[in-house]
């Protein structure tokens, strides 16, 4: 699985990225959206997901059945935009446990500076699900990943909306062992660093801050 990017097509998610993506978008409607494709994408983000199996009894009789253990499962939204994510996709792992990994992008050097980082207890025996809207030049995720592994998760994904190919050739390049989930592959980035066409800023786009 070295460099691996899964390109969610399905239908809905496509749908809800092009509303997305409006400029007339409103900033209510802009972040009930996010929430909406983060559910849809936590469906192909878990699929490989290891299961057990349990005794359960149906109203019929007993029986074994599978259920992933939620518990082993952290979302790491990266701050800000990263939050937009985190509540879709709980919505389906009510049992997930979340660290944060608070970043900023400098607006001039477009370098990512660290501000907050909190992780669950017993980290080696979790799977991480890194979450962030925008995967741009890569620097936030390169960075956001790189801390992630100090540690030492069992394994980790790296889930956004939208990234671009030099964002993610510079992400693979330092993370070949992450997979990342995306719905869009858009052609490039601007010299300011955003993702062209893109949908904007997503933070400020999701909490109105614009
Ligand atoms: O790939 P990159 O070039 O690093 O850009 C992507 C980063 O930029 C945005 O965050 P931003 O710095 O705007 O912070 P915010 O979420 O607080 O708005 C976005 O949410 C990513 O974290
Ligand atoms: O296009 C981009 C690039 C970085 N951050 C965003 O929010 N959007
Ligand atoms: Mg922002």
Known sequence: ???????????LVQHKLTLARRKSTSTNTFSRLMGEIATLMAYEVTREMPMQEI????????????VIDGKKI?????????????????????????????LYRDPKTLVAVEY???MPQGMRNRDAIVIDPMLATGNSAVAAVERLKEASPRSIRFVCLLTCPEG?????????????FTAAIDPGLNDHGYIVPGLGDAGDRIFGTK
């Open 74 to 102: 952290v979302f790491v939204p990266i701050l800000r935009a990263g939050l937009g994510f985190l509540e879709g996709m709980r919505a389906v792992v009510p049992g997930a446990r979340v660290g944060h990994i608070g």
């Open 55 to 66: 005794d359960i009894e149906t109203p019929i009789g007993p029986m074994r059945s599978r």
């Open 1 to 11: 699985m070295q460099g691996e990017v899964t390109v969610i097509e399905h239908p």
């Open 116 to 118: 907050y980082f909190k």
């Open 168 to 180: 993610l050739e510079h992400f693979h390049d330092k993370h070949p062992d992450v997979p990342v």
